[in-house]
Nanobody, 123 residues
Framework: VQLVESGGGSVQAGGSLRLSCAAS????????MGWFRQAPGKGREGLAA????????IYAASVKGRFTISQDNTKKMVYLQMNNPSPEDTAIYYC??????????????????WGQGTQVTVS
């Protein structure tokens, strides 16, 4: 399984940014894919998750109403639309997938494959 993130960079507070994650190599028809982030000196935080091929989504309180997770299941792409970011959103953002059955949530230990991360800096 491979995950490749893109779309990170610098953005002004109150602006917007869209992260993309290209997934390949998994065979389950539906998997849980998520976005996480890790800021310097902090632990990894789960932000949003989606079930591929379905409409179910879940968000952390810190980003609910500002960030939106979406997918293009035909292309095995997952996106994170970041609206109205603040400097507190500065972190490395990771895409992850759980290929295990019945996984649903934002616990990083449930996800078994990770992308390399993309830096997002909000100023």
């Amino acid at each position: 399984v491979q995950l490749v993130e893109s779309g990170g960079g610098s953005v002004q507070a109150g602006g917007s940014l869209r992260l993309s994650c290209a997934a390949s190599g998994y065979t389950r028809s539906s998997v849980c894919m998520g976005w996480f982030r890790q800021a310097p000196g902090k632990g990894r935080e789960g932000l949003a998750a989606i079930l591929t091929g379905a409409t179910s989504t879940i968000y952390a309180a810190s980003v609910k109403g500002r960030f939106t997770i979406s997918q293009d299941n035909t292309k095995k792409m997952v996106y994170l639309q970041m609206n109205n970011p603040s400097p507190e959103d500065t972190a490395i953002y990771y895409c992850a997938v759980s290929t295990r059955a019945a996984v649903w949530g934002l616990s990083s230990t449930d996800f078994d494959y990770w992308g390399q991360g993309t830096q997002v800096t909000v100023s």
